[in-house]
């Protein structure tokens, strides 16, 4: 049993023999039943599309919380997630997300942000920017590796996906906005992220996606603390909406933030 209390905020803990989040009292909902994602739910976005051998790829835990703390979240707009991601391969490729967008929030020109924590594992995340409304124009692809304890944002503007390379799951948390859906079709019409990420002699190499048919670098950077949202190591990401629940606004009102995300990405090198 692999408890995460300390790592999440939260009394739960991961059952390795059932390969399941298991919850404690006063949480919501009770029943803490995930949402599967099968090999079969994403062929269209593997390397390998005829790979076999893994059925169950990930488990995602939507809307949990503290009974104490649901009302509140709910009207803040938010919701607090956890998603548990199997480690072993498709044919070379690490098992991942199926990777998706997020859509515009209405009458404004931002997708919907979302921010993650690692609780176990070590997480790639492959975010990718779309330089027009056309899925195979992309004008910026970064890799930011992470521990537990480490936050990511995913600023607007940028689709994402998670793989994991490790030997163990990778369980990571993430809050966000309540109320929309996210946009996987652009990823699935060019057959996957715009980079692959294989197995290589004990390692990961990433190797572009050739359905794109021009990409720019892949730009590797560092966990970068976001101090404006307490995104630092130095609280657990739940723990965040309890201490300063203002703190997690730029999730519901990404509009009056641009200027955080702009120094954001300048900060990752990225402009």
Sequence with gaps: MNTLSQKSGLPISWDQEKEMILCGKDMEPDDCRPEIRRRTDMLEVLYDKSAAGIDELYYMYRGLSLAEDSKEIAEAGLRYDITAIRPGLLGPEFVKTAGHYHPLKPETGFTWPEVYEVLSGRAHYLLQRMSSEQPDQIDAVLLISALPGDKVLIPPGFGHI?????????????????????????????????????????????????????????????????????????????????????????LTSPEDYSAVFEDYLVKLNLS
């Design 162 to 250: 998670t793989i994991n390379a490790g030997d163990d799951f990778l369980i990571m948390s993430n809050w966000v906005a309540e109320g929309f859906d996210s946009v996987y079709e652009p990823v699935r019409q060019m057959q996957g992220g715009a980079f692959y990420g294989l197995e290589d002699n004990g390692g990961i190499k990433f190797v572009p996606n050739r359905n794109y048919p021009s990409l720019p670098p892949l730009t590797v950077c560092p966990v970068m603390p976001v101090e404006q949202f307490m995104l630092n190591r130095g609280i657990q990401l739940y723990n965040v909406f309890k201490t300063n629940k203002k703190a997690l606004r730029f």
